[in-house]
C-alpha cells in the first residue's frame, strides 16, 4: 500500500502575489462568507456573538485567552471557520453510510470528508463489513466494554485524546481508564507542546506559560519563535499591536515572512482599515530550519559582549545569583562557540544576531514566545532549554512583562492534561485519585502516541480508543499507521465530523457522535483551561446537530456503567450533574479547590503558577535552571532538504476547511512544497513542476507523489510542505529526544521530478 492523501484536482493550484497583511477588510469578509455559507445567517450571527463572551463558549480555534474588557467581537476569521465547521447544516446520516463503503470514503480528500457534515447516530463497521451501519448506543457500550474486557491485560487497551475535551469529560475518561487499570492515555500534546513540557519541568518546575495576558502590556521585547500566531492564534496580534504601538520590540525568528507576524489590521480597528496596518515585528530573524540552538546561543553571546562592555548592566545578576543554578556552564559554553559555527547552523549573519541581542540587552521585561517551531525537532528540548536560559540570563522570569510563553494549540489542551491525560501520571496525582476513589491506580506508565503506533503495530495494543481528534492523520508515518490501526480488534471514535480515523479502521468499528463546544447540553456548562491557566465556563447555546448525540462526558459515565459494574462512584448521577464532577476534580487536583464558586466568577479563575506568582522553582534543586545543549548539526548532505510540515491559512490541523493559504498566496492546492530560488534553479526545477518527496530514515525509504514546486522566500535547503499530506514522510522512529515528539519540522527529503520515471 503506498499512502496518498487523496486531493482535489491538482492540476488547478494557483500561486499569487502574496499578501502583505493580516486581517483587515478581506480576513473579515472572507471569515463572514465561510460561516454563512455552512452555517445560514441566524445561526451564525447568533454563534458568532457568543464566541468567547461571559456566558457563552469557548472558542474551539485555539487556546489564546481572552482579554479583561472583552470587545464585542472577540472572534478572529479562523475562529468563525472553526465555527462554521461545527455549527453546519449538512450532516451525515445511516443512509450517507449505506450510499459509500468506507472505500469509496477514503478515495475521498479531507475537505470533502469536512464538507458531508455532522455525525448524527452512532455507527458500527461489522467485521468483513464495507459499509457501517446504525448501532443502537446501548449496543455501542456493550461492544466496547466486552472488547474491553476480553483483553487480557488492560495494558492491551489504548485511549486517545485530542485537545478540545472539556475538562469534566477529561477528568472522569482518566477515571475511568485507570480504574479499568492502564496509563495509556496518549494524547495529542505528545505531538504538540509536549517538548516544552519536559524542557521547563525540568528548568524552572512548571510545564506551562508564566506569563497573562497583562504582561504583553509591560513588555520592552517580545521574542517570537516558529510560530504563525496571524493564522493559528489570530487573537495574538491584538495583544502583539498594542505592544507594537507603545513601542515594544518584537522579535520574529521564523525561516519565514509569515505576514501576520510582520503586518496587521484588527478587524475591528475600522480608521485603520484602509491604511498599511501596524508594523508588528521589529527584526526578522530568518533563520534555517532547526536552526534555534545555533541563534540562540549567538543571541546570548552577544548578550555577554554587550555585558562585557557596559559591566553588570546587561544581565541581572541579582536574580542569576539568587534564584538559578548552571549559569556559569552556559556562560562558558556560550564563550566557546564561534560566530562561524553560529552562523553557519542558524543560517543567519553576525550583524543580525548582534543587531537582535542589542535589543534585548537593553530590555528589561521580556516574553519568549514558542509554538510547534521549537517542539518538533529532535533537539526540542534543547530548542525550549536554550530559550529559557536566555530569558533566565536576563531575569526575565517571575516579574510583570517578562516569562515564558509556549503558546499551545487545541482549545483545552493544557486543560485536558491538567485533568490527568496523561501517559507518565505523578504518583501524588494517583494518589488522591485511590485515596478518594476506592481505587489502585497503575502506577506503570503508559504508552505515549509513537509508543501506541508501535505497541499496535507488535499485535499488542488492541483496542484503540480515541476521544476526539484523528489519529490517523495527525501522526507520523501515515502508511506504517494506518497498517498499525487495521492490526487492533476494534477502533473506536467519539467524534463531531467525519475523518479519514473512521476510514482506516480495527477489524470491528464504532463511531460515537458527540455534542461539541457550541451546543446546547442539558442546560449546563462545561470548563476549559487556556494558554495561561486560566479556568472557565464554556455555554454551548446552538441546537444540538442531531437528537441522538450525547455530549462527551455522558459517553464516558455511560461506558463507565457498562465497564465496571460494581463502581463505587456513581456514573449514573454524573452525567446530569456536572458540579458534582467538578467536587471531585476539586477534592483531587492543586488549584481546584471551591471550583464550581471560583468558575462561576467572572472570567473564572487563576491556577498557581509558582515561577510566576513568587519566583518559586518546583524543581529537583529548588532552582532554576540552566542547561548546557550541544549545537546540533543540521548540515544538509547534497541534493537534500530540510523540511517542515505547517499549517495553511484554511485549515484546523486535519480538518480542511478550503484549498488557499491566502497569506502565502497558494491558492487551490495543498500538495505544494515551497523552495528557495536558488535550490530550484540547482535542482533544475520550475515553478508548477511536480516532485515527488522521498526521505530515507534508518535505512527506510518513504515517498509522496506529486507535489507543486513553488517559488518561496525561504533559507536555502530548507523546505516547507503542508500537514497532513506530507506525514507518510515522516519517520516512526524519528522524534524528539526525551519529550518523543514527532519531528514533524526537520525531515531530510530528496526529490525526484515525477515525470522522470515514466
Ligand atoms: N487556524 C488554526 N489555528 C490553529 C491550528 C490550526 O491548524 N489552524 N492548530 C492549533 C494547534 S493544535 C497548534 S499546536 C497551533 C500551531 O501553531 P503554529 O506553531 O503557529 O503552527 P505551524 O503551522 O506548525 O507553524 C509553525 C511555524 O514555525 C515555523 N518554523 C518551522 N520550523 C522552524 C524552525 O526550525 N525554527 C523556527 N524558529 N521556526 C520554524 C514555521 O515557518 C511556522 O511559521 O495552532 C493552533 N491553532
Ligand atoms: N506533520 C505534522 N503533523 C502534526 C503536526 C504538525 O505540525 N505537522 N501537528 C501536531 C499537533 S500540534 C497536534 S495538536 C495534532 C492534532 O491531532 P488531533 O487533535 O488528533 O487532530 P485534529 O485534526 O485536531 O482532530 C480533528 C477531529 O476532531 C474531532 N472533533 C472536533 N471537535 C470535537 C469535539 O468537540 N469532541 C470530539 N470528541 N471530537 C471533536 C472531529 O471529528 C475532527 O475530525 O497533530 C499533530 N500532527
Ligand atoms: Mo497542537
Not at 470587545?71 to 445511516?94: D, H, L, M, Q
Not at 496596518?277 to 534555534?292: H, P, S, Y
Request: contains cysteine; proline residues 5%; aromatic residues 8%.
Amino acid at each position: 500500500m503506498k499512502w496518498k492523501t487523496p486531493q482535489e484536482k491538482p492540476e488547478d493550484i494557483e500561486v499569487s502575489e502574496l499578501s502583505t497583511k493580516a486581517g483587515g477588510i478581506p480576513a473579515v469578509l472572507s471569515s463572514l462568507s465561510h460561516t454563512f455559507k455552512k452555517v445560514g445567517p441566524l445561526n451564525s450571527i447568533s454563534s458568532l456573538r457568543k464566541i468567547n463572551q461571559v456566558g457563552g463558549f469557548d472558542c474551539p480555534g485555539c487556546a489564546w485567552p481572552e482579554p479583561k474588557n472583552r470587545s464585542v467581537a472577540e472572534f478572529c476569521e479562523n475562529g468563525a471557520k472553526a465555527i462554521a465547521e461545527e455549527a453546519t447544516k449538512a450532516r451525515i446520516t445511516p443512509s450517507f453510510f449505506q450510499k459509500y463503503s468506507i472505500n469509496e470514503l477514503a478515495k475521498k480528500s479531507d475537505y470533502w470528508l469536512g464538507l458531508q457534515g455532522r455525525l448524527t447516530h452512532p455507527m458500527q463497521l461489522k467485521e468483513g463489513s464495507s459499509h457501517y451501519e446504525m448501532i443502537s448506543w446501548e449496543e455501542a457500550f456493550k461492544t466496547i466494554a466486552s472488547e474491553l474486557k476480553a483483553l487480557d491485560d488492560p495494558n492491551e487497551a489504548i485511549f486517545y485524546t485530542s485537545g478540545r475535551t472539556s475538562n469534566e469529560a477529561a477528568f472522569l475518561y482518566q477515571l475511568m481508564i485507570r480504574k479499568f487499570g492502564t496509563n495509556n492515555l496518549p494524547d495529542c500534546s505528545n505531538m504538540c507542546h509536549e517538548s516544552s513540557g519536559v524542557a521547563m519541568t525540568e528548568s524552572i518546575g512548571i510545564g506551562k506559560g508564566t506569563v497573562t495576558l497583562e504582561d504583553f502590556d509591560l513588555a520592552d521585547c517580545i521574542l517570537i519563535y516558529g510560530q504563525n500566531p496571524g493564522t493559528n492564534h489570530p487573537r495574538m496580534l491584538t495583544s502583539l499591536q498594542s505592544a507594537a504601538r507603545r513601542g515594544a520590540k518584537i522579535i520574529t525568528i521564523n525561516p519565514l515572512k509569515e505576514v501576520g507576524t510582520d503586518r496587521f489590521i484588527h478587524p475591528k480597528d475600522v480608521h485603520l482599515l484602509l491604511g498599511s496596518g501596524t508594523k508588528l515585528t521589529t527584526q526578522l530573524l530568518q533563520i534555517r530550519i532547526n536552526g534555534d540552538v545555533a541563534l540562540t546561543k549567538g543571541l546570548m553571546k552577544g548578550l555577554l559582549e554587550a555585558e562585557e562592555k557596559d559591566s553588570g548592566k546587561v544581565l541581572d545578576h541579582e536574580f542569576i545569583n539568587s534564584y538559578t543554578e548552571g549559569s556559569y556552564e552556559v556562560i562558558e559554553d556560550i564563550k566557546k562557540q564561534s560566530w562561524d559555527s553560529i552562523t553557519k547552523h542558524s543560517g543567519v549573519s553576525k550583524d543580525e544576531i548582534i543587531k537582535a541581542s542589542k535589543i534585548i540587552a537593553k530590555s528589561k521585561r521580556i516574553i519568549g514566545c514558542w509554538a510547534m517551531g521549537l517542539t518538533q525537532h529532535r533537539n526540542a528540548v534543547g530548542n525550549i532549554q536554550e530559550v529559557l536560559n536566555l530569558l533566565l540570563l536576563k531575569g526575565s522570569m517571575g516579574k510583570p512583562g517578562a516569562g515564558a510563553c509556549p503558546v499551545r494549540g487545541h482549545s483545552n489542551v493544557q486543560g485536558d492534561r491538567t485533568m490527568g491525560i496523561w501517559e507518565a501520571p505523578k504518583n501524588s496525582f494517583l494518589d488522591q485519585l485511590d485515596k478518594n476513589f476506592q481505587m489502585k491506580s497503575p502506577r506503570e506508565h503508559g504508552y505515549n502516541v509513537v509508543q501506541a503506533i508501535e505497541a499496535m503495530s507488535e499485535g499488542k495494543g488492541k483496542v484503540f480508543f480515541a476521544m476526539g481528534g484523528n489519529f490517523l492523520s495527525a501522526t507520523p508515518d501515515t502508511e506504517f499507521t494506518a497498517k498499525a490501526l487495521t492490526k487492533t480488534r476494534l477502533t473506536v471514535q467519539v467524534s463531531t465530523k467525519l475523518n479519514r480515523s473512521h476510514l482506516v479502521t480495527g477489524k470491528k468499528a464504532i463511531i460515537l457522535p458527540c455534542l461539541g463546544r457550541t451546543e446546547r447540553d442539558l442546560g449546563q456548562f462545561v470548563t476549559v483551561e487556556n494558554s495561561m491557566g486560566i479556568v472557565h465556563q464554556s455555554t454551548g447555546h446552538l441546537k444540538a446537530a442531531s437528537n441522538f448525540l450525547k455530549s462527551e462526558p455522558e459517553i464516558v459515565c455511560l461506558l463507565a456503567k457498562e465497564l465496571l459494574p460494581e463502581d463505587s462512584v456513581k456514573w449514573d448521577n454524573l452525567k446530569m450533574d456536572y458540579d458534582e464532577i467538578r467536587e471531585m476534580i476539586a477534592k483531587t487536583i492543586p488549584g481546584f479547590e471551591n471550583y464550581n464558586k471560583k468558575v462561576r466568577e467572572p472570567g473564572g479563575f487563576s491556577l498557581p503558577n509558582p515561577p510566576r506568582d513568587e519566583r518559586r522553582f518546583e524543581t529537583i534543586n529548588g532552582k532554576a535552571n540552566l542547561f548546557v545543549h550541544p549545537m546540533p548539526d543540521n548540515s544538509v548532505p547534497k541534493d537534500h532538504y530540510m523540511m517542515m510540515t505547517i499549517r495553511t491559512h484554511d485549515q484546523f490541523n486535519t480538518t480542511v476547511y478550503g484549498l488557499e493559504d491566502r497569506y502565502r498566496g497558494i491558492k487551490l492546492g495543498r500538495r505544494v512544497i515551497l523552495m528557495n530560488k536558488e535550490d530550484m534553479r540547482d535542482a533544475d526545477l520550475t515553478q508548477g513542476q511536480q516532485v515527488d518527496l522521498h526521505s530515507k530514515f534508518n535505512g527506510v525509504l518513504r515517498s509522496v507523489e506529486r507535489f507543486f514546486v513553488v517559488e518561496y522566500d525561504i533559507p536555502r535547503s530548507s523546505v516547507a510542505t503542508y500537514f497532513p499530506e506530507a506525514n507518510p514522510l515522516i519517520p516512526i522512529d524519528s522524534y524528539a529526544l526525551r519529550s518523543m515528539t514527532p519531528t514533524s519540522k526537520s525531515v531530510l527529503i530528496s526529490l525526484t521530478k515525477s515525470d522522470s520515471k515514466v
